[in-house]
C-alpha cells in the first residue's frame, strides 16, 4: 500500500447525506475538512486544492467506537496484531475502539502499559484507548497499581475482562476507587459456563454475577459497565438498577442479538459468555430497542483460523467482529424498522464516548472528527477469508448483508477508500 496524495489535501465530500446522532438531523449537504477540521460545510462548496469525493446517495456520520476490543499483538501476533486490528475495525467504520488488557503480557503495570503504547502509535490506523487489568495478572487476588495506571489519559477503564470479579471484597476497592476517580469499572459477569459439545450450555451463572456486581455498586457507588450480557434474566437486574439511579451502563453483541445456540454447529460459533436460546435472543432484541442496553459491542476476540478448528474442548472462545458489526445491525434493525439510523449511532457511537467520558462529535465548521462513509445500498456477502484481521473466522460467514463502509477518515484523512485500506 503507498501513500496516498490524497491525504496531503483537503478533502471535499459532495452531497453526502450527513446524520447528525447528537441534533438528530439528517441533512444533505458538501463536507470540506482540511487539517483534520470541517472548515466549512454547505451546499455548492467548491475548493480546487481539495481531493473531492463523490458521496450522493451515501450516508456520511461520526465514526463509531466500540467498547470491547482484543486488539491481541505482543505475544499474541499470530492472532492480531494492533495494525491489522485496527485496519479491521476502519474498515468497519470503527474510528475509536477499546482495547482489552487480558494481553500477553497483561496490561497489568506501568511496564506493559508503556510497551503496549509503544505499538499503538506505531501501528494503529485509528484511535486507541484501552483498559487496565483490575487485579495483578487478572487473578483476581490483588489490586493491580489502579493510581500510577490511570494517571495516564489513554487508560478509560479498569477490567479483568475474560474472568469475573471472584473476590467481592476486591470490587469493593474498584469501585471506591471508580467513585474518587470517575473511571469505569467493567465487568465479565460469568464464571466458567458449562459449555457442552457445540456450545449447548447446560447451566450459567451470568444472572448471579449481574446481581452481586449491582448489589456492590449500590453500596459502594462507582461506575459499573457491565459487559457483554446475553441473557433474558439478566435484564430486570439491570432495569432495577437503573430505576434506583444506579451509575452503571451495559452492552450487547451482535452475535448474541442474532445468533442462537445450536444453529451454528462449529467452532466459529464458540464464544464466552456461549450463544444462548432463541429466546434469550429476543429479550435482548426487545432491551435494545427500548433502550435498556445502552451499547453495542463486538467483544472482536480474534484467533488463528487453525485454533478454531479441531476439537470442542481445545478451541478457544472468540471471533471477529468488526468487519461486519455495522452491516449487520442495519440490516436486521435499521432496515426492518426496529431501531432508526440515529438510535444505531446512539449505541455504536455518542453512548459509549459518554460511557468512557470522551468529547462528543460536534458536526460544525472548526471541529475536528472522524467520519465514516457508508453506501446503504449495496449488497454483499461476508467472507471471512477476505477479513484484514487475522482472525479470518466468523459464525456469519456466508451471510447476505446490505450495507458497507465505503470510506472512513481519520483527522482529515482517508483510511479506508472504496472499501479497502487506502494508507500504511
Not at 449537504?29 to 466549512?40: A, N, P
Not at 487480558?102 to 506493559?112: C, M
Not at 432491551?287 to 481445545?314: F, Y
Not at 470522551?358 to 460544525?364: A, M
Amino acid at each position: 500500500m503507498k501513500r496516498a496524495k490524497e491525504n496531503k489535501k483537503a478533502l471535499l465530500i459532495k452531497k453526502a447525506r450527513l446524520f447528525d446522532p447528537l441534533k438528530e438531523k439528517e441533512e444533505v449537504c458538501d463536507i470540506l475538512i482540511e487539517g483534520g477540521k470541517i472548515r466549512s460545510l454547505g451546499i455548492n462548496i467548491e475548493e480546487s486544492s481539495a481531493f473531492v469525493i463523490d458521496a450522493q446517495g451515501k450516508w456520511v456520520f461520526p465514526g463509531l467506537v466500540d467498547l470491547h476490543v482484543h486488539l491481541r499483538d505482543l505475544g499474541e501476533s499470530h492472532k492480531e496484531t494492533i495494525f491489522t486490528g485496527s485496519g479491521a475495525g476502519a474498515l468497519g467504520g470503527f474510528t475509536l475502539l477499546v482495547n482489552m488488557p487480558n494481553t500477553v503480557p497483561p496490561l497489568d503495570s506501568l511496564d506493559s502499559l508503556r510497551l503496549w503504547k509503544q505499538r499503538v502509535d506505531r501501528k494503529a490506523l485509528v484511535e486507541v484507548r484501552t483498559m487496565v487489568c483490575l487485579s495483578k495478572g487478572r487473578q483476581g487476588r490483588e489490586l493491580s497499581p489502579l493510581d500510577e495506571l490511570c494517571s495516564d489519559s489513554y487508560v478509560v477503564g479498569i477490567t479483568d475482562d475474560g474472568n469475573p470479579f471472584i473476590s467481592e471484597s476486591l470490587l469493593e476497592k474498584a469501585l471506591e476507587f471508580s467513585e474518587q476517580r470517575g473511571i469505569i469499572v467493567a465487568s465479565h459477569p460469568e464464571d466458567g459456563p458449562n459449555v457442552g459439545a457445540f456450545g449447548r450450555v447446560t447451566f450459567s451463572n451470568e444472572p448471579l454475577y449481574v446481581e452481586r456486581d449491582l448489589r456492590v455498586v449500590g453500596k459502594r457507588g462507582g461506575r459499573l459497565h457491565l459487559q457483554h450480557i446475553s441473557m433474558a434474566e439478566s435484564l430486570p437486574l439491570i432495569r432495577k438498577a437503573k430505576e434506583k439511579g444506579f451509575r452503571i451502563s451495559c452492552e450487547v453483541t451482535p452475535h448474541h442479538l442474532l445468533l442462537s445456540q445450536g444453529e451454528i454447529l462449529d467452532g466459529k460459533a464458540k464464544v464466552n459468555p456461549p450463544l444462548r436460546s432463541r429466546k434469550d435472543c429476543e429479550a435482548l432484541k426487545e432491551a435494545l430497542i427500548e433502550g435498556l442496553i445502552d451499547v453495542i459491542a463486538t467483544d472482536h476476540a480474534p484467533h488463528a483460523p487453525w485454533e478454531k478448528e479441531g476439537e470442542w474442548g481445545n478451541i478457544p472462545f472468540g471471533i471477529s467482529g468488526l468487519e461486519t458489526a455495522l452491516s449487520l445491525i442495519y440490516t436486521e434493525f435499521v432496515l426492518r424498522g426496529l431501531l432508526s439510523p440515529f438510535e444505531m449511532l446512539r449505541k455504536m457511537s455518542i453512548n459509549p464516548l459518554r460511557i468512557l467520558g470522551l468529547p462528543l462529535p460536534q458536526i460544525k465548521e472548526g471541529e475536528e472528527i472522524n467520519l465514516v462513509i457508508f453506501d446503504p445500498e449495496v449488497e454483499w456477502v461476508v467472507n471471512e477469508k477476505l477479513f484484514f484481521s487475522c482472525g479470518k473466522t466468523s459464525p456469519f460467514n456466508g451471510r447476505r448483508l446490505r450495507g458497507k463502509v465505503w470510506g472512513t477518515i481519520i483527522r482529515g484523512k482517508l483510511i479506508v477508500k472504496e472499501g479497502k485500506i487506502f494508507t500504511p
